[in-house]
């Protein structure tokens, strides 16, 4: 399997910012696409962030513009930087290998490798 570790999270003003990591396995950033996913109490699991092998991104319209994915293979962590929060940006942030369709509990779809997750708690 791939292990992978986010830290980062935390709690922050609405406009506020936090910066996520997701630290992995040697060479896992190399040899997979990669996702931040995100899950608040309640709702299903949602995609927010991809990065590919080759660098390219793409975002959910929820955070695009306010949202950046970035990756560091030689350090094997990506991050996903999170300005202008919002309290609807409050969930638990989960990275992922192979970014698919998704649904239920983010872990539960276990053709994928996932982290154990980290808290975002976005106040008003």
């Known amino acids: 399997g791939v292990d992978l570790v986010e830290s980062g999270g935390g709690s922050a003003q609405a406009g506020g910012s936090l910066t996520l990591s997701c630290t992995a396995d040697?060479?896992?950033?190399?040899?997979?696409?990669m996702g931040w996913y995100r899950q608040a109490p309640g709702d299903e699991c949602e995609v927010v962030a991809v990065i590919n092998r080759d660098g390219s991104r793409d975002y959910d319209a929820r955070v695009a513009g306010r949202f950046t994915i970035s990756k560091d293979n030689a350090k094997d962590t990506m991050y996903l930087q999170m300005n202008g929060l919002k309290p609807e940006d409050t969930a638990v942030y989960y990275c992922a290998t192979d970014p698919s369709a998704v649904v239920g509990n983010c872990r539960d779809n276990d053709y994928m490798y996932w982290g154990q997750g980290t808290q975002v708690t976005v106040s008003s």
């Open positions: 040697e060479h896992t950033l190399e040899y997979f696409d």
